[in-house]
């Protein structure tokens, strides 16, 4: 059985809100970066952040330059691709020193061989449900077709995962799943994180980790 999936909460914005989830320790905290999300946020929130917790920026078709303003302002530690980007610009940023994720997003006519291209340049892949917008829809895709994956980079699971989904999360035993990342099931509002039902899907990954362990 694979390890237990880490945890990365994303579309974070208000600082109150932010200091407590930090204090339930995810694994990776996400701001968004892309200008017509509901999430997205212009500045660094004023918050004491663990150092074990690493920040990583969504991006949507953003410049070189604009990702590396954000970068540093946010001190970011891993760099989402969200949009359309090419393995170019996903070499050039690794290049930097930036670790870079890539998304894709699927649903049933999803080629996974188009992820081949990005594998050289990229620490990890994130898959989304295909829609209309970049990602924040609240649906799942159907998780099946990860079965196509060639598991060449570990994997951010994301699209519509909520707090009832610990056990099918669970049966992810051939894919190389490095995190689930969670965001609009576990909001009272965009950016706006319900404390309490995140403290309880926590316990029950962690929960999984401990009968592994038994």
């Known amino acids: 059985m694979n390890p237990t999936p880490e945890i990365k909460v994303c579309g974070m914005r208000d600082s109150s809100n932010l200091q407590e989830l930090i204090e339930l320790k995810p694994d990776y905290i996400g701001f968004i970066f892309y200008e017509k999300s509901p999430r997205y946020v212009q500045k660094p929130p004023q918050v004491h952040m663990d150092a074990s917790i690493k920040k990583v920026g969504v991006f949507v078709n953003a410049s070189e330059r604009t990702i590396n303003e954000k970068r540093i302002a946010f ?67 159907n998780w099946q077709l990860l079965t196509n994956y060639n598991n060449a980079r570990p994997v951010f699971l994301s699209g519509g995962i909520g707090p009832d989904d610990v056990a099918d999360i669970q049966q992810l035993e051939n894919l190389n799943l490095k995190a689930i990342d969670i965001n609009s099931k576990f909001e009272i509002k965009p950016a706006l994180k319900d404390i309490p039902l995140l403290s309880e899907f926590f316990n029950a990954i962690r929960q999984i980790k401990h009968e592994q362990a038994e």
């Open 75 to 141: 001190g970011l530690d891993i760099i989402q691709l969200h949009g359309d980007e090419s393995p170019e610009l996903c070499f050039i940023l690794k290049q930097s020193g930036a670790q870079v994720m890539k998304a894709f997003r699927i649903d049933e006519s999803f080629d996974f061989q188009q992820t081949r291209r990005y594998q050289d340049y990229c620490d990890y892949f994130l898959f989304d449900t295909q829609t209309k917008a970049f990602g924040g829809s609240g649906q799942k895709f």
